[in-house]
């Protein structure tokens, strides 16, 4: 099991920055796949950007060459850097983590609010 915490959300004007924070309760050098889904109001949740165990990331088309997804084993916490945002990233904003066969773990997410 891991226990996951987000922080560094809230307001930011269009074209600002926002990093957000995921720490977890546990080493995650081992854990499969960590990332970072958004749910806006109305809308179904959605991945945003992923990153492995191996360290390979992967990104949703609408935030690529915006967001960057990274992770620090020693601090065993995951980052999503945005840049240039735009009110629709408005959303919540929650870090995942895949074990494998012992299912994902959520955090409990973090509020981004962009103002046009």
């Known amino acids: 099991q891991v226990q996951l915490v987000e922080s560094g959300g809230g307001l930011v004007q269009a074209g600002g920055s926002l990093r957000l924070s995921c720490a977890a309760s546990r080493s995650i050098f081992s854990i499969n796949v960590m990332g970072w889904y958004r749910q806006a109001p109305g809308k179904q949740r959605e991945v945003v950007a992923t990153?492995?165990?191996?360290?390979?990331?992967n990104y949703v088309d609408s935030v690529k060459g915006r967001f960057t997804i990274s992770r620090d084993t020693a601090k065993n916490t995951v980052y999503l850097q945005m840049n240039s945002l735009k009110p629709e990233d408005t959303a919540v904003y929650y870090c995942?983590?895949?074990?494998?066969?012992?299912?994902?773990?959520w955090g409990q997410g973090t509020q981004v609010t962009v103002s046009s």
């Open positions: 995942n983590a895949w074990l494998g066969e012992r299912g994902h773990y």
């Open positions: 990153i492995t165990s191996g360290g390979s990331t």
